[in-house]
């Protein structure tokens, strides 16, 4: 059974930075994207980055461009997020996700496997 394990959470002053990482494990892993979500209290779970398994491409909401990078290992069935320049409304659970079928795909539907979420807290 596959799952999907994240760390680096954390609280951080605004303007700081975090490191998440999500680590793959449990048997023979394929899959298309894998993305970073968000769900804030009382709010959906938004899309945050994802990035394509085969081309690397790689996919931002507008909230956190320029401010956020993904990056995976296939090697190690693993994939980062980099977040500088946090601010408050960053403040979130942040999920792992991974996609069978979809090289991009924007809807917490379209993912197959979830990790159990790591907390984010910015503070001003």
């Known amino acids: 059974q596959v799952q999907l394990v994240e760390s680096g959470g954390g609280v951080v002053q605004a303007g700081g930075s975090l490191r998440l990482s999500c680590a793959a494990s449990?048997?023979?892993?394929?899959?298309?994207?894998m993305s970073w979500f968000r769900q804030a209290p009382g709010k959906e779970r938004e899309f945050v980055a994802g990035?394509?398994?085969?081309?690397?491409?790689?996919y931002y909401a507008e909230s956190v461009k320029g401010r956020f990078t993904i990056s995976k290992d296939n090697d190690k069935n693993a994939v980062y997020l980099e977040m500088n320049s946090l601010k408050p409304e960053d403040t979130a659970v942040y999920y792992c996700a991974a996609s069978v079928d979809y090289a991009l795909a924007y809807r917490p539907n379209s993912y197959d496997y979830w990790g159990q979420g790591t907390q984010v807290t910015v503070s001003s």
């Open positions: 990035i394509s398994r085969v081309a690397g491409n790689t």
């Open positions: 449990g048997g023979t892993f394929r899959y298309r994207a």
